[in-house]
């Protein structure tokens, strides 16, 4: 640890987690090559960058680490391998540096915080992105959290290229990677799944909470609040990025699971810690979200509107 100088992340709230496609590319063959069908997961470096609450992943690398399978607690992490990959990649970048870690367990496990406080040794506000190598459905096949009074707090993710066009106006669009003539790069797969997995999602809009809130602790209450409708996949707090405060009434939260709507719906009035909560349905991210359209039908015509764009 000595070796490498303690990089800063802003200590405010991570707003959004934006994943080169490559990275996840180089996890998964990482995974396969050291520990397919082992039941043991694969933790690694994250390097990249951070600005104003949305911290961007463009490199990674697996290091060395063994855990105990009986006892959690017992755990080791090669510190010396991950200086002197983090040394190497730094002469070829220089400007990417450590942004947290991540596991091919889809879960987080009894350890991770112990592991996270380990990453605080080498920047301040570490993100933990958990990557799920072998998805069984359409969804984005990761999570991103950070440590906030020794509890993680579910960070929003999307892949992307550093280069973007946006599909959507919403603060949380669906991003796809600008592309060269002759090739999809495997975007209409990405953009098909990103799609199916959007359409999938129910978008609720919930208020009726103090704006003097903590907004790490709304968000915390949200997901336990909303659990039992499903999967909470996204809570987007508003917050003022200058002060760190609620600077807004209105909070969406991003379920999935099925009859995720009605019962969130139920739900509506109900007390949150003090306060009865508001719901409405908010409607699909994309106007073809409400029809018929596949995401397959989607992304093939998209992605060739794209290319036709980038060509010269």
Not at 276 to 301: D, N, T
């Amino acid at each position: 640890m000595d070796m490498i100088e303690t990089q800063h992340i802003s200590a405010m709230t991570i707003e959004k987690v934006v994943i080169h496609p490559l990275v996840l590319r180089n996890i998964v063959n990482n995974h396969n090559r050291l520990a397919k069908d082992s039941g043991k997961r694969v933790v690694g470096v994250l390097l990249g960058s951070s600005s104003r609450g949305i911290v961007g992943v463009t490199n990674s690398y697996a290091v060395p680490f063994e855990e105990d399978e009986k006892d959690p607690s017992i755990w080791s992490f090669d510190h010396n391998h991950h200086e002197s990959m983090f040394l190497m990649f730094k002469g070829i970048n220089a400007k990417e540096v450590v942004v947290g870690w991540y596991s091919t367990c889809p879960k987080l496990r009894e350890n991770d915080l112990d592991v996270n406080a380990l990453f605080s040794g080498y920047v301040s506000n570490p993100v933990l992105v958990t990557i799920d190598v072998a998805p069984q459905e359409h969804a984005i096949p990761t999570k991103a959290y950070y440590a906030v009074k020794e509890a993680f707090v579910h960070v929003p993710t999307e892949i992307a290229a550093p280069e973007v066009n946006e599909i959507g106006t919403s603060k949380k669009s669906i991003l796809v990677t600008q592309m060269t003539p002759g090739g999809d790069n495997g975007v209409v797969d990405m953009i098909e799944c990103l799609y199916m997995y959007a359409k999938n999602s129910v978008r609720i809009s919930v208020e009726g909470y103090d704006l003097s809130l903590n907004p790490v602790d709304l968000d915390i209450s949200l997901v336990k609040h909303f659990e039992s409708c499903g999967a909470v996949d996204d809570v987007e707090v508003p917050i003022n990025p200058e002060t760190n405060a609620i600077c807004g009434r209105f909070t969406t939260v991003v379920l999935r699971g099925e009859g995720a709507a009605e019962k969130a719906l139920a739900l509506n009035g109900s007390d949150v810690g003090g306060w009865r909560v508001s719901v409405k349905i908010l409607p699909p991210e994309l106007p073809e979200m409400s029809s018929r359209m596949s995401g397959r039908e989607f992304a093939l015509p998209y992605v060739a509107e794209n290319q036709n764009q980038n060509q010269p």
